[in-house]
C-alpha cells in the first residue's frame, strides 16, 4: 500500500488549503483513514480521522475549521481546512489505520504517506 499526500503551499491567515491523500495498491475502504501533522522540532500529532462509516473525529485545535472526507471509489481522502492560522503550519501526512475504528494514537495507522508541506503566513 503507498499513500501520496498532496495540495500543500503557502497560504495566508484565514485562507484554505485543500489536501488529499491517494491510496494505491492493496487497500480497502473498511479502515479508518487518519491526518497528522509534525511542526518544526516538534511530534507528530493527531489532526482528525474518518472511520470506514465516514464518521469522523478532530482534535480540538482544528475542529470547526478542519474537515476529512473520503471517496472509497477513488481509494482517496481529503482535509479540508478553513480558516487557517500560522500554528497549522506542518507538514501533513495521511495514514491508513490498523481497523475499522482507528483512534488518535500513531500506533492504531500501519500505511503512511510522505507528507506535504503546509505555511501559513501571519
Known amino acids: 500500500v503507498q499513500l501520496q499526500a498532496s495540495g500543500g503551499g503557502l497560504v495566508q491567515a484565514g485562507g484554505s488549503l485543500r489536501l488529499t491523500c491517494a491510496a494505491s495498491?492493496?487497500?480497502?475502504?473498511?479502515?479508518?483513514m487518519g491526518w497528522f501533522r509534525q511542526a518544526a522540532e516538534k511530534e507528530r500529532e493527531f489532526v482528525g480521522r474518518?472511520?470506514?462509516?465516514?464518521?469522523?473525529y478532530y482534535d480540538d485545535s482544528v475542529k470547526g475549521r478542519f474537515t476529512i472526507s473520503r471517496d472509497n471509489a477513488k481509494s482517496t481522502m481529503y482535509l479540508h481546512m478553513n480558516s487557517l492560522k500560522p500554528g497549522d503550519t506542518a507538514v501533513y501526512y495521511c495514514?491508513?489505520?490498523?481497523?475499522?475504528?482507528?483512534?488518535?494514537?500513531?500506533?492504531?495507522?500501519?500505511?503512511w504517506g510522505q507528507g506535504t508541506q503546509v505555511t501559513v503566513s501571519s
Open positions: 495498491g492493496r487497500t480497502s475502504s473498511n479502515n479508518a
Open positions: 495514514a491508513i489505520g490498523l481497523r475499522p475504528y482507528s483512534g488518535r494514537e500513531l500506533s492504531d495507522y500501519r500505511y
Open positions: 474518518i472511520n470506514w462509516t465516514g464518521s469522523t
